[in-house]
Antibody, heavy 116, light 112 residues
């Protein structure tokens, strides 16, 4: 069965960077995109961007351009999302999701807390 | 801020039918882009409920149905059950935002 397993919770100081991983199994990794979605406490879902593990193409949300980088390692079927220059309003649960048209399978989420 | 607008909350008694609207514009739903719906139970990751406007993934009960018309879409839940109490989000693609996927504002469904 399709599984996306994310790395554990992180606590970071303002201005730092965080890198979250998402290990996929149960399907051909290069056949589907991976999107990243975040959810601030008590808030709705926010799409952050998408990467194609097949060719590395990316598409980032405009508000995060310049601060986010998404990569994949096809040898381990793992996707990564790095967010730099962290601010307090980046505190959120970060999800990876397998993407074709819809987001059809989701990781369990990774809580990133930004606090001084 | 979200470009797809949903009512903050809807409620209904067990067995009733409730609908959730998702209102967009000519750059997203009105441009012919598909709408997908997700259910998020408390403390869990979202789950795909409806894809391609009206299709249910395997395992999703047929109590859930989706439709789309013009610049809006709707999710209907018939025979409401206690386990349907959750947050629901619509999602589409917006061609005015450099190919961004966009989510709705989210709707909390309460079973009375």
């Amino acid at each position: 069965q399709v599984q996306l397993v994310q790395s554990g919770a992180e606590v970071k100081k303002p201005g730092a960077s965080v890198k979250v991983s998402c290990k996929a199994s149960g399907y051909t990794f290069t056949s589907y995109g991976i999107s990243w979605v975040r959810q601030a406490p008590g808030q709705g879902l926010e799409w952050m961007g998408w990467i194609s593990p097949y060719n590395g193409n990316t598409n980032y949300a405009q508000k995060l351009q310049g601060r986010v980088t998404m990569t994949t390692d096809t040898s381990t079927s793992t996707a990564y999302m790095e967010l730099r220059s962290l601010r307090s309003d980046d505190t959120a649960v970060y999800y990876c999701a397998r993407t074709q048209a819809a987001f059809d399978s989701w990781g369990q989420g990774t809580l990133v807390t930004v606090s001084s | 801020q979200s470009v797809l607008t949903q009512p903050p909350s809807v409620s209904g008694a067990p067995g009733q039918r409730v609908t959730i609207s998702c209102t967009g514009s000519s750059s997203n739903i009105g441009a012919g882009n598909d709408v997908h719906w997700y259910q998020q139970l408390p403390g869990t990751a979202p789950k795909l409920l409806i894809y391609g406007n009206s299709n249910r993934p395997s395992g999703v009960p047929d109590r859930f149905s989706g439709s789309k018309s013009g610049t809006s879409a709707s999710l209907a839940i018939t025979g409401l059950q206690a386990e349907d109490e959750a947050d629901y989000y619509c999602q589409s693609y917006d061609s005015s935002l450099s190919g961004s996927r966009v989510f709705g504002t989210g709707t909390k469904v309460t079973v009375l």
